[in-house]
């Protein structure tokens, strides 16, 4: 369930990587449960992180908000710990994993390569994001009142690990360069690259 999830997520979405957070028995923490794109043993010091932490992923699980960064110079704003930590030009939207009864069960997240300027994701994408939340919520809260289990998540419990779907590998664009009269052509593939307007 928590596999199928960050999967629709990360697609639906087209971001690279996707995790999912639960609540630790004391809910004092949120506890890495499931990733998608990267090893969870990329993600070292994120495998637990307290509650109150100003990180995106545990305030969309304590202000129960969708917490939506659509570049990296957004993340440096509102988030500067973050992006001296992770140094690279991404973006990120954090969502509760929530039932319709209101139960807080933790937080999916998933990033994307961003460009200075993106936008971010578009509403219809946000949209998915908190619907995919909101349905494992409600497979969480059901799962709990079939079996009286919590759902919880321990520190040492291992991560479910995804494998992302694959784009291609390696992009290659053809550019022609004109040294007399100093004129660069490139074709798509060689603006996507570099982040040009065609």
Do not use: N
Not at 31 to 52: F, Y
Not at 108 to 117: F, K, N, Q, S, Y
Not at 165 to 172: G, M, T
């Amino acid at each position: 369930m928590l596999a199928a999830a960050v999967v629709e997520a990360v697609e639906g979405t087209s971001a690279y990587a996707g995790s999912v957070f639960l609540r630790s028995r004391d809910r004092r923490s949120i506890v890495l449960a499931a990733t998608c794109g990267v090893p969870p043993s990329l993600l070292g010091g994120w495998r637990l992180i307290a509650a109150g932490s100003p990180i995106p992923v545990a305030v969309a699980y304590t202000s129960g908000r969708t917490v939506h960064l659509a570049s990296a110079e957004e993340t440096m704003r509102f988030y500067p710990q973050l992006a001296v930590a992770l140094p690279y030009a991404f973006g990120s939207c954090s969502v509760p994993v929530r039932a319709s009864d209101g139960a807080l069960f933790g937080a999916l997240a998933i990033v994307w390569p961003a460009a200075p300027g993106s936008e971010g994701l578009s509403k219809a994408q946000r949209r998915h994001l908190r619907s995919v939340a909101g349905r494992l919520g409600d497979a969480l809260a059901e799962l709990h009142a079939r079996t009286g289990v919590p759902v919880e998540w321990e520190p040492g419990t291992a991560a479910v690990e995804t494998p992302a779907h694959s784009a291609a590998a390696v992009q290659v664009g053809l550019f022609d360069w004109d040294l007399g009269s100093g004129i660069l052509s490139a074709d798509d593939t060689f603006c996507a690259v570099f982040g040009l307007d065609p």
